[in-house]
Structures are given as structure tokens and as C-alpha cells.
């Protein structure tokens, strides 16, 4: 592994300890474990198929696949450790300072495609990048819903809320409107679900919101909110562990409340369409997906996001008054998910 150069300079905050890179990847790994063992218990029959692979420049991972089994049509969890000489586009234009540099990545990132339409697709992501001066922690959970349950979005939001006010009182507010902006697909006016949490170039200073629009309601709020106070690396990284550890108390209980739902071709159909929009956003604007492309990493394992089958249909509109519609007309709208009220 290339030993990260850590010279302090204008834009540095608080160093990293010196075994930051050992102890992120151990416990990224170690998340890897605990969600594909959950996971393993909660589906019952799908077992994750495991493949590690090896980075030309440097790194590698390991990928892990579950297929065909109960609840689960096909999910990935993957784990990533990558560094080099050369920063990909995507980070530069973000973090310019960095250039000139090499770098670190660790990850762990996650997609499950349930076969019922009434189980909610759901994606994590957590990671953690050096680059000389600079480091940063980024991530997050969002859940894309097929069928309206506004207590499965509430239940979801409440829990990464808690993992999040363990750590500042601002966390979940700031990140929760991030996460309703990031996961926008522009092209068609409407989020990819019920969102959660997002967050990225977290490095222990000034405000919360670092993404690109100044002018949305995340940064509006951030800027509320003010300097977020004095957040060490340490710090930092509780959280994400937080975070992480969250992810089966958030999502658990919603399989098992609809996982015995019948469904229909009706359903079945809808949901290979909502599909579509999955795809949509990962291949034009998700930033795992761009920086693994960039950086060369193993495709198998990027794009095991997309779902084993999806449709489109020219045009499609709901019909009025379904829960499809309600979908479309509530459930894809950024909403107070903490506090919200059905219509019926």
C-alpha cells in the first residue's frame, strides 16, 4: 500500500492518526460481514457468492452477490480499498487542493433488489478518501419504495435519525435534505425515493452542506445552522460507524412486515418500470459509479447496482386514484418523512 503524504498546509483541519487507512478498511470489512450475515438470515435460502479482485494500480476488494433467493431477487455488497498516483476527474473538480497528490479510497457500498414489489429497494454507501492534506468521510442510506407505506419511509428516517443525533443535533437535518437533492433525477422532476441520508467531504469543518447547490434547501439550511462546530477525525468516524451499524435495525423491519404481501402481474410489472429509474440514475449521476469508472476499478462490481430485470414504457401514467399515482404524486417528493400524515 503507498503511504499517503500528510504535510500540513493551509486547508489542513486536524491530521488523521496515522493508522487512519488500517482502521477504516478494518471496520468497512467488517460492515461488509455484519450486513451479508444479516442479510444471509433475514432471506432465509440466498447465500452471497464471494469474489475478490485486485486493482492494476493499486487495491482491490471484495464483492459479494446474492441471487435468487426468498426475498431477495439479486443484492450486492461490496467492499473496496484503492489508492494511487493519479486522482480521477471527479474528485478534482471537487477538492482541487488534492491535486498533485496521491491517494486512499475505502469503502463499503450496497444495493438489494427484493422480488416483491411491496419490499422497498434500498443502497448504502459509506467510505473515506486521502489525498495528501486532504481527507474526508462520505455516505449514506436512501430507500426507493415501489408502493406507498408511509410508516415503512418514517420507520427507515426515524432510525438513521437516531444513529445521527448520537453524534450533533444537526446531522440528520442537514443530511436528510442532501440526500432529498443528491438523489434527484433531473431529467424526470422527481427524487428516486424516500430518501435518508447523505453526505459527503466531511472533513471536521465549517458547515455541513458541501454539495454544489448554494442556493437549495440543504445549503439554505446549513447556513441556518452555521459552523457546525469543531469535529475531530475521530469523531468523524463514530459517526459513520453509527451510521453503518444502523442500516439493519432501519430496513429489517420493513421486510418483515410486507415480505408476505401477495402481488400480482399488475404490481410485478409496475415495479420492473420504477426499476428503470433506478438504472437511469446510477448510469448519468451517481458519484460511486463515476469515481469506480474513473479509477479503473472492477466493472462486475460497480455495476451490481442495476437490477436483474427492469422495463420501460413509452409515456406511462398512473391512473388516478392508485397507489401508483399516490407514488408519483407523494412519495417522490421530498417530504418531512418524521412527521408525515397519509391522506387516508
Given at each position: 500500500?503507498?503511504?499517503?503524504?500528510?504535510?500540513?498546509?493551509?486547508?489542513?483541519?486536524?491530521?488523521?492518526?496515522?493508522?487512519?487507512?488500517?482502521?477504516?478498511s478494518?471496520?468497512?470489512?467488517?460492515?461488509q460481514?455484519?450486513?451479508?450475515?444479516?442479510?444471509?438470515r433475514?432471506?432465509?435460502?440466498?447465500?452471497?457468492r464471494?469474489?475478490?479482485w485486485?486493482?492494476?494500480e493499486?487495491?482491490g476488494?471484495?464483492?459479494?452477490?446474492?441471487?435468487?433467493?426468498?426475498?431477495?431477487?439479486?443484492?450486492?455488497?461490496?467492499?473496496?480499498?484503492?489508492?494511487?498516483?493519479?486522482?480521477?476527474?471527479?474528485?478534482?473538480?471537487?477538492?482541487?487542493?488534492?491535486?498533485?497528490?496521491?491517494f486512499?479510497?475505502?469503502?463499503?457500498?450496497?444495493?438489494?433488489?427484493?422480488?416483491?414489489?411491496?419490499?422497498?429497494?434500498?443502497?448504502?454507501?459509506?467510505?473515506?478518501?486521502?489525498?495528501?492534506?486532504?481527507?474526508?468521510?462520505?455516505g449514506?442510506?436512501?430507500?426507493?419504495?415501489?408502493?406507498?407505506?408511509?410508516?415503512?419511509?418514517?420507520?427507515?428516517?426515524?432510525?438513521?435519525?437516531?444513529?445521527?443525533?448520537?453524534?450533533?443535533?444537526?446531522?440528520?437535518?442537514?443530511?436528510?435534505?442532501?440526500?432529498?437533492?443528491?438523489?434527484?433525477?433531473?431529467?424526470?422532476?422527481?427524487?428516486?425515493?424516500?430518501?435518508?441520508?447523505?453526505f459527503?467531504?466531511?472533513?471536521?469543518?465549517?458547515?455541513?452542506?458541501?454539495?454544489?447547490?448554494?442556493?437549495?434547501?440543504?445549503?439554505?439550511?446549513?447556513?441556518?445552522?452555521?459552523?457546525?462546530?469543531?469535529?475531530?477525525?475521530?469523531?468523524?468516524?463514530?459517526?459513520?460507524?453509527?451510521?453503518?451499524?444502523?442500516?439493519?435495525?432501519?430496513?429489517?423491519?420493513?421486510?418483515?412486515?410486507?415480505?408476505?404481501?401477495?402481488?400480482?402481474?399488475?404490481?410485478?410489472?409496475?415495479?420492473?418500470?420504477?426499476?428503470?429509474?433506478?438504472?437511469?440514475?446510477?448510469?448519468?449521476?451517481?458519484?460511486?459509479?463515476?469515481?469506480?469508472?474513473?479509477?479503473?476499478?472492477?466493472?462486475?462490481?460497480?455495476l451490481?447496482?442495476?437490477?436483474?430485470?427492469?422495463?420501460?414504457?413509452y409515456?406511462?401514467?398512473?391512473?388516478?386514484?392508485?397507489?401508483?399515482?399516490?407514488?408519483?404524486?407523494?412519495?417522490?417528493?421530498?417530504?418531512?418523512?418524521?412527521?408525515?400524515?397519509?391522506?387516508?
Amino acid at each position: 500500500m503507498i503511504a499517503t503524504p500528510t504535510i500540513p498546509d493551509k486547508t489542513t483541519h486536524a491530521l488523521p492518526p496515522t493508522d487512519s487507512q488500517a482502521r477504516v478498511s478494518q471496520f468497512m470489512r467488517q460492515l461488509q460481514d455484519e450486513i451479508c450475515q444479516a442479510l444471509e438470515r433475514i432471506d432465509g435460502k440466498g447465500r452471497f457468492r464471494e469474489d475478490t479482485w485486485e486493482r492494476a494500480e493499486g487495491g482491490g476488494g471484495r464483492s459479494r452477490v446474492m441471487q435468487e433467493g426468498n426475498i431477495f431477487e439479486q443484492g450486492g455488497v461490496n467492499f473496496s480499498e484503492v489508492y494511487g498516483s493519479h486522482l480521477p476527474p471527479s474528485i478534482l473538480q471537487q477538492r482541487p487542493e488534492a491535486a498533485g497528490h496521491g491517494f486512499y479510497a475505502t469503502g463499503t457500498s450496497m444495493v438489494l433488489h427484493p422480488r416483491s414489489p411491496y419490499i422497498p429497494t434500498v443502497h448504502l454507501n459509506y467510505r473515506y478518501f486521502e489525498a495528501g492534506p486532504v481527507w474526508w468521510f462520505g455516505g449514506g442510506a436512501d430507500l426507493t419504495p415501489y408502493y406507498p407505506f408511509a410508516e415503512d419511509a418514517a420507520h427507515f428516517h426515524r432510525t438513521l435519525k437516531q444513529a445521527c443525533d448520537r453524534h450533533h443535533d444537526e446531522y440528520y437535518n442537514v443530511f436528510k435534505r442532501w440526500c432529498d437533492e443528491y438523489f434527484y433525477l433531473k431529467h424526470r422532476n422527481e427524487t428516486r425515493g424516500v430518501g435518508g441520508l447523505f453526505f459527503d467531504y466531511q472533513d471536521g469543518r465549517g458547515e455541513l452542506y458541501r454539495g454544489p447547490d448554494s442556493q437549495g434547501e440543504a445549503a439554505r439550511y446549513s447556513q441556518e445552522v452555521g459552523d457546525a462546530g469543531d469535529r475531530s477525525w475521530e469523531d468523524l468516524f463514530a459517526f459513520v460507524q453509527s451510521c453503518g451499524r444502523a442500516f439493519i435495525p432501519a430496513y429489517e423491519p420493513i421486510v418483515q412486515r410486507r415480505r408476505d404481501t401477495e402481488y400480482g402481474e399488475r404490481e410485478r410489472n409496475f415495479q420492473l418500470y420504477r426499476r428503470g429509474r433506478y438504472v437511469e440514475f446510477n448510469l448519468v449521476y451517481d458519484r460511486g459509479t463515476i469515481f469506480g469508472l474513473q479509477t479503473n476499478g472492477r466493472t462486475e462490481s460497480i455495476l451490481m447496482s442495476l437490477p436483474p430485470l427492469v422495463r420501460w414504457e413509452y409515456a406511462y401514467q398512473p391512473e388516478p386514484g392508485t397507489p401508483e399515482a399516490e407514488l408519483y404524486d407523494t412519495f417522490l417528493k421530498p417530504q418531512d418523512w418524521l412527521n408525515f400524515k397519509a391522506s387516508s
